[in-house]
């Protein structure tokens, strides 16, 4: 369903869940790309899980050292959709770099030859229905082969207010499949639930990985902002805020991550 | 209006609009009081004006060097509702620290001495009706006055996602009345309009205030636990935190603050 909300602008929705407005969506794409691909130097192949919307494409696309970058969405009618009500969100598919696949990411990640990609950005809906298996440690397991050492992943990781045993869990899982480092990151985000959403950002084996200090900074870097206008949300003091969590959420995370 | 809700526990409601719950007030309680608190050496006298809830003396009087805490509610019945059905939050009201003054802030303020207070905390609602005068320059000129040279002042200041010209003014004022710092700061809180709240938080000309780094931090004194249970969302990361805007609202305010 799309419509129109009289403070939101147009609001895209799956299954009765909001997945983006036209208002808001600035603040999950930039953050859910920019937190991961700022912290690695020169990411050359990325891949998307999800984000039919082109959203995620655009904010990657952003990044002039990306060589490729392939997605995996497996519900046509999103990207359809989001061509034609979204065209600001959307215009990440007008990219020369990326391609297009429709299909299950769960499938299409295990057919990837091991070692492809230096990221991987999971642009899911929640762990209910269709995305359940992105949640699980078989598709985690799927992401880490698919990684270069040293190389990042960026899932949608739900609410501290409302979900944190589902959280616990997810922590718990990529602490045993990821073996570089395992963060939770935060952000607004006002018509989700709870008005925030969270991202596990990890990193395998090999050149360390600091998510909380960025090494890749794309502030200063403006030739993107022709095509795609300018960052809305993300910078690099709010990407470092993004790791600080409240006590409640810093106690149960800590205990699982690093 | 108080109404027990499935997921976020008795709900306080005044004039249709959502003021507290039990699940998420720790939020907006913890950071209206600490963010000040914590940025100035041994606060010894504390105003509230406005939380007649009983939350933010509750978290005031966790200061061990605070030895008078003064509080002017216009709304006595905020109080008795306050103290039937949100024990945990009135509980503030028990500490012989506190004097309770049902009446008008604004003319409280034009009546107290100059240079009287540590610190002002201004719990209001919006800024439509009753609370209106509480976002004008004459009632911020007050405050300057009521406090002491580097004295602080945190006012409650709206959403950066809906209310960026109510937030421009409000800078603007301060940035004209408060000669040490003005600065902006926001929190997560759910059942708030976009899920989140800001903060202004100035310091008048005196010793500086470096807002951003807090010196007095509460963390480690814990002996306010046994009586008013552990901090459950404010800690030293999450105070600096606060302060890091997304750019849409930084380009707005930095360009009226420091």
Redesign the interface.
Known sequence: MVFQSS?YGKVLVLDGVIQLTE??E??YQEMITHLQLCSIPNPKKVLVIGGGDGGVLREVSRHSSVEKIDICEIDKMVVDVSKQFFPKVAVGFDDPRVTLHIGDGVAFLKAVPEGTYDAVIVDSSDPVGPAQELFEKPFFESIAKALRPGGVVCTQAESI??HMHIIEDIVANCRQIFKGSVNYA?T???TYP???IGFMLCSTEGPPVDFKHPINPIDADDSHVKTKG??????S??H???F?????A?KVIDAKAD
Request: hydrophobic share 40%; net charge positive.
């Open positions: 403070t208002r808001d600035c603040a207010w409302l935060w607004t985000v006002p709870s008005g925030i300018p960052l809305k949300f993300y910078n003091e709010i470092s805020a993004a600080c969590l409240p006590s409640f810093r």
